[in-house]
């Protein structure tokens, strides 16, 4: 038997060229008339922010939003949707994270800090509309954002989840995502990748969940090297964005694994991209998991076609693939770190739903192997 709660936003609209030809606006009108809207410089640069205000007339515009954001970029946020009724997110999972912070009610700090609860969407949040300009964080499918806390001496990567920072509308455009360069391409693939993974095999896995996260999986493993190879497909951009958009409501439920415990505390000391550290960490923990004798990875292996046993290696090809180095060492992250990155995993919530307990050993025995 199980019990599990699914939810997942309300309308999404898929639809190449929605961005400027019209739609996105239809869409942002029904949440509200002045909206703010958070993007990053790559869309300014790309002009195509340009095309977009000029179908929202009345929207209030936050430039700049930078990879893994901290805190204050997310304070920054909130200050600027003063007097605005609704949010518009485009861009990658930073500008999505962001954005969601910005729709919440109370400052960013008293929820991560745990002085207050995320609330529900009715509850005095911003409705947010989001748009992908990148395949792999899944962050418009979900209600979760993760920011990084630099107040103190050691930066701290954590997330922070509730009903009001679940967009109510999504959009997936392919043509926002084709400007993306190949290494951009094949972090944020991965991190689609792992999420698929880690949800399919993690305790939390449902019914609901299980076909989202195994097609998914199965997606990635098709059209990402399509997406790396030749950026301006738009048929390999699309079916990225819905395997992406999979794969993030599955793990909206079913929660991940130890991956991303891991990769939040090693991300916040060395600063690299959550999808190449997600990447170089699949393989010892798929080899970690093997021990627990998983039928799921059965289902995985057959489905990629590779022998069960090799599932590790399977993945690791893609790190020479796509170019993703192999190890730690080679990210600045020192073995003094150790100690702290293994705390904080084994208090992560992610590593709890791991679908093979974890002892701080396991952990360090992960960090060995991909040093």
């Not at 200050?79 to 930073?94: Q, R």
């Not at 962050?139 to 989840?161: F, H, L």
Request: charged share 20%.
């Amino acid at each position: 038997m199980h019990t599990f709660t699914f939810i997942t936003p309300g309308k999404v609209l898929c639809a190449s060229g929605a961005a400027t030809d019209g739609r996105l606006a239809s869409e942002a009108a029904l949440l509200g008339m002045k909206p703010l809207l958070v993007c990053g410089k790559s869309l300014e640069a790309s002009g195509m922010l340009a095309k977009i205000l000029a179908t929202l007339p009345n929207a209030k515009v936050h430039l700049g939003v930078p990879p893994e954001p901290s805190l204050a970029d997310c304070a920054a946020a909130q200050a600027a949707a003063h007097g605005c009724d609704s949010v518009i997110a485009i861009g990658g999972g930073s500008v999505l994270d962001v954005a969601k912070a910005a729709a919440l009610p109370s400052t960013i700090y008293d929820y991560f800090d745990g002085k207050l609860a995320v609330p529900e969407q009715t509850s005095g949040a911003l409705p947010i509309l989001a748009m992908p300009t990148t395949a792999g964080t899944g962050s418009e499918a979900t209600w979760v954002g993760v920011y990084t806390d630099k107040r103190g001496a050691t930066p701290k990567k954590a997330s922070i989840r509730g009903g009001a920072m679940l967009p109510r509308t999504v959009i997936l455009d392919a043509t926002l995502s084709v400007s993306c360069p190949p290494y951009v391409t094949a972090y944020s693939g991965m991190d689609a990748f792992v999420q698929a993974v880690e949800a399919y095999v993690s305790r939390g896995a449902n019914p609901l969940t299980d076909p989202l996260a195994l097609q998914a999986a199965f997606d990635i493993a098709e059209w990402l090297p399509a997406a790396f190879r030749d950026g301006e497909s738009l048929e390999a951009r699309e079916r990225m964005l819905i395997a992406s958009y999979c794969a993030g409501m599955a793990l909206n439920t079913a929660r991940l694994g130890l991956v991303h415990g891991i990769a939040h505390p090693v991300g916040a000391r060395t600063g690299a991209a959550h999808g190449l550290l997600c990447a170089l960490l699949l393989p010892p923990v798929i080899r970690f998991n093997l021990g627990a004798d998983l039928d799921r990875y059965s289902d995985l292996a057959i489905g990629l076609g590779a022998p069960r046993e090799d599932l590790a290696a399977f993945a690791e090809q893609w790190l020479d693939d796509f170019s993703i180095p192999r190890h730690l060492s080679d990210l600045g992250l020192q073995r003094s770190d150790f100690d702290a990155i293994i705390a904080e995993t084994m208090v992560s919530g992610s590593t709890k739903a791991n679908p093979r307990t974890v002892t701080e050993s396991d952990v360090r025995e992960v960090l060995e192997a991909c040093w």
